[in-house]
């Protein structure tokens, strides 16, 4: 090689990256993230689902308790369940949808119901814990 290349390639090398090359990484990188996306936010729509049943489940257990406690044509709040130590004060008494849990109580039996994700009443996506028999 002569001194002439020499110096070529060494210049080249001191440039730095042009910008199509920056906008091809940018590129492959917002790819990478995308996908990455596709396969993490449904997980996390599990979760939060998943995280809803269980808090609707331990404020089912305190209701029934104090529906024990209590006349049984009453139903309680969860806010009233905490303040009367049913619950514990660092309980969740709404859903990962940051809507509060609504407790129904009929006969023999107590249901706590969320909205669920879309956060409105009587579509599809509700939760309701004890979940109706199919």
């Given at each position: 090689?002569?001194?002439r290349?020499?110096?070529?390639?060494?210049r080249?090398?001191e440039?730095g990256?042009?910008?199509?090359?920056?906008?091809?990484?940018v590129?492959i990188?917002?790819?990478?993230?995308?996908?990455?996306?596709?396969?993490?936010?449904?997980?996390?729509?599990?979760?939060?689902?998943?995280?809803?049943?269980?808090?609707?489940?331990?404020?089912r257990?305190?209701?029934?308790?104090?529906?024990?406690?209590?006349?049984?044509?009453?139903?309680?709040?969860?806010?009233?369940?905490?303040?009367?130590?049913q619950?514990?004060?660092?309980?969740?008494?709404s859903?990962?949808?940051d809507?509060?849990?609504?407790?129904?109580?009929?006969?023999d039996?107590?249901?706590?119901?969320?909205?669920?994700?879309?956060?409105k009443?009587?579509?599809?996506?509700d939760?309701?814990?004890?979940?109706?028999?199919?």
């Amino acid at each position: 090689m002569n001194h002439r290349s020499i110096a070529s390639a060494r210049r080249a090398l001191e440039r730095g990256m042009s910008l199509v090359e920056v906008m091809i990484v940018v590129v492959i990188i917002g790819l990478i993230a995308s996908g990455a996306a596709l396969g993490v936010f449904p997980k996390l729509k599990q979760a939060q689902v998943d995280t809803t049943k269980t808090s609707a489940r331990t404020i089912r257990q305190a209701a029934e308790s104090w529906r024990g406690a209590h006349a049984a044509d009453e139903c309680p709040t969860p806010k009233q369940l905490i303040e009367e130590k049913q619950l514990d004060t660092a309980s969740k008494i709404s859903d990962a949808w940051d809507q509060p849990f609504k407790i129904l109580c009929e006969d023999d039996e107590t249901f706590v119901t969320s909205g669920g994700p879309d956060k409105k009443e009587g579509t599809a996506d509700d939760i309701k814990i004890p979940e109706p028999q199919k």
